[in-house]
Nanobody, 118 residues
Framework: QVQLVESGGGLVQTGGSLRLSCAASGLPFSTTTMAWFRQAPMKERESVAAAIWFGARTYADSVKGRFTISRDNAKNTLSLQMNSLKPEDTGVYYC????????????WGQGTQVTVSS
């Protein structure tokens, strides 16, 4: 059974930092592409950053230079360091996994709330 458990969300002021973590189990983590998505109120869920299993990293334009995604294959954990936070970064952040050979992300965590106050 695949489990993705996020932690690290909270309330922070504009310009502050937060670090999100995702503990994964039940999947071959080192060969699984992992990603962070977010969903703001009244908006569709969007991709924030991805850590491809072979090493590449991708970021949404809106977070480039401020967010850093990382993975620890020995500990089966995914992280997202978020700096210079803005009110528009507010939302529920989800950890997600995409099995090899799949086109879509097929496993999701329960989400963690990030609120950036102005």
């Amino acid at each position: 059974q695949v489990q993705l458990v996020e932690s690290g969300g909270g309330l922070v002021q504009t310009g502050g930092s937060l670090r999100l973590s995702c503990a994964a189990s039940g999947l071959p983590f080192s060969t699984t592409t992992m990603a962070w998505f977010r969903q703001a109120p009244m908006k569709e869920r969007e991709s924030v950053a991805a850590a491809i299993w072979f090493g590449a990293r991708t970021y949404a334009d809106s977070v480039k230079g401020r967010f850093t995604i990382s993975r620890d294959n020995a500990k089966n954990t995914l992280s997202l360091q978020m700096n210079s936070l803005k009110p528009e970064d507010t939302g529920v952040y989800y950890c997600s996994a995409k099995s090899r050979g799949r086109d879509k992300y097929d496993y999701w965590g329960q989400g963690t709330q990030v609120t950036v106050s102005s």
